[in-house]
């Protein structure tokens, strides 16, 4: 079936793992150290040139934490509203797979689907749409999956 519309997949939600919880850390670590930098550097005297230097480094680490740490709070707020919009706005509807194919993404080459939909359902606009997963091998050619849609935007998320 060929659809004239394109719609987009929502963006991920976070998800509390191990490596979340490390980077986390990483990044609370990356914050402290700037102001760490910035209070040692009290500690130099005032005409010593390293106190400069500990003071530039601090000052961008501190700068550089805070914009990290906000960029990432502000992607995460964002992507929870997207779902909450299609908690509120969105319709159940039907994806059916018309492609799948594999590929291999990252460094390591993992292996991931690059699946092909065309969504349909009651209110919605068929579209067609692209996502790429790493369940390999649960979206074959012809299976249909249900997806929340909503129908002004055609903003998706699967809901399986």
Not at 40 to 58: C, K, Q, W
Not at 67 to 93: I, Y
Request: with cysteine; hydrophobic share 45%.
């Amino acid at each position: 079936m060929k659809t004239d519309h394109q719609g987009k997949e929502a963006p991920e939600l976070p998800v509390l793992t191990l490596i979340g919880c490390l980077l986390g850390f990483f990044m609370t670590v990356l914050v402290l150290i700037g102001p760490g930098l910035l209070w040692i550097s009290t500690h130099f005297e005032p005409e010593d040139d390293d106190r400069l230097v500990v003071i530039a480094m601090g000052l961008v680490f501190t700068i550089g934490g805070l914009g990290t740490v906000t960029s990432h709070l502000w992607q995460n707020a964002k992507a929870r509203e997207v779902h909450r919009g299609l908690d509120r706005k969105g319709v159940r509807a039907n994806a059916e797979v018309v492609s799948s194919k594999r590929i291999w993404v990252g460094e390591v080459s993992t292996p991931a689907d690059d699946v092909d939909l065309v969504v349909t359902g009651p209110g919605v606009t068929p579209f067609s749409a692209r996502v790429f997963t790493e369940d390999v091998g649960r979206y074959e050619t012809g299976t249909v999956v249900p997806v929340d849609v909503d129908p002004r935007t055609l903003l998706f998320r699967l809901a399986d």
